[in-house]
């Protein structure tokens, strides 16, 4: 049943992927991370660096590659996403198509590691959205993950923040 699911939720990111164009990470040494670049249209965004996240910037929105997710340790998962955002700041740094970046930023169950690593972390305001990303992440979390019998924790997914300065200089 649980390889089942894998392939359900790994056939509904590969055609969501494509449909929204979402692309891995340049130069990526995991393919862990996609990214989507789109222009910014919520309200805007105070950073705790300073930085205003206004309609119409360019920001990217991270997703995981379920089909990479690999049942690891703490410290594993810190190094894969730790590789993946020097190769993001290397991209928003140096590489044309990003570097009109202005920030990054993710939903997610995983924001205790993101929050090691120099995100921000901010409530979910829409309740819809939160409701439904408590249900899909936990459940990915869950089919992807060995089961631990008596050890599956669920979270409540939040979103994530870190301006394209501060992605470059928490990484070196």
Request: include cysteine.
């Amino acid at each position: 049943m649980k390889r089942l699911l894998q392939r359900f939720f790994n056939r509904i990111e590969k055609i969501y992927r494509k449909k929204n164009n979402w692309t891995l990470i340049p130069n990526s040494e995991y393919g862990f991370v996609y990214i989507d670049r789109f222009e910014y249209k919520g309200k805007d965004k105070l950073l705790s660096d300073g930085t205003v996240i206004t309609k119409g910037d360019l920001v990217a929105e991270m997703h995981i590659n379920n089909k990479e997710v690999k049942e690891g340790s703490f410290k594993m998962v810190f190094k894969i996403f730790n590789s993946e955002f020097k190769s993001m700041a290397e991209a928003v740094s140096n590489d044309n198509e990003y570097s009109q970046i202005k920030a990054i930023f993710g939903r997610t169950v995983l924001y205790p590691i993101t929050k090691k690593m120099g995100f921000e972390v901010f409530d979910i305001e829409k309740k819809s959205l939160k409701i439904f990303l408590k249900l899909w992440d936990n459940l990915i979390k869950l089919v992807f993950s060995k089961s631990k019998k008596g050890k599956f924790i669920v979270r409540e997914p939040k979103e994530i923040w870190i301006s394209k300065e501060k992605l470059i200089s928490c990484v070196k």
